[in-house]
Nanobody, 123 residues
């Protein structure tokens, strides 16, 4: 089992930037695919971005492509989400997740979840 703790959320103005971090604990982190998901009020949790165990493969939702960048540091057991050019529609609780698979994209492929961090973008 891997424990995940997100940080870095906050309130920013439209057009601004935030970097989210997810610190993991557990001995199998380096073999897990990692992902960022978000959930806005009244909506289902949706995938934002995922990254393979090695960092060589990445996936981005069309809504964030070109604005967000996912990365990982297996030595630090941390995954990051750099968010630039933020829009009000990016407002949501952002969750970090881990999959026992080395590569995953869909929500139900991820079995471990963090507690979430709030991102609010004002217009």
């Amino acid at each position: 089992q891997v424990q995940l703790v997100e940080s870095g959320g906050g309130l920013v103005q439209a057009g601004g930037s935030l970097r989210l971090s997810c610190a993991a604990s557990g001995r199998t982190f380096s073999s897990y695919a990692m992902g960022w998901f978000r959930q806005a009020p009244g909506k289902e949790r949706e995938v934002v971005s995922t990254i393979s165990y090695s960092g060589e493969m990445t996936y981005y939702a069309a809504s964030v492509k070109g604005r967000f960048t996912i990365s990982r540091d297996n030595r630090k057991m941390t995954v990051y989400l750099q968010m630039n050019s933020l829009k009000p529609e990016d407002t949501a609780v952002y969750y970090c997740a881990a999959s026992v698979s080395g590569w995953a994209v869909t929500r139900n492929s991820f079995g471990s979840w963090g507690q979430g961090t709030q991102v609010t973008v004002s217009s």
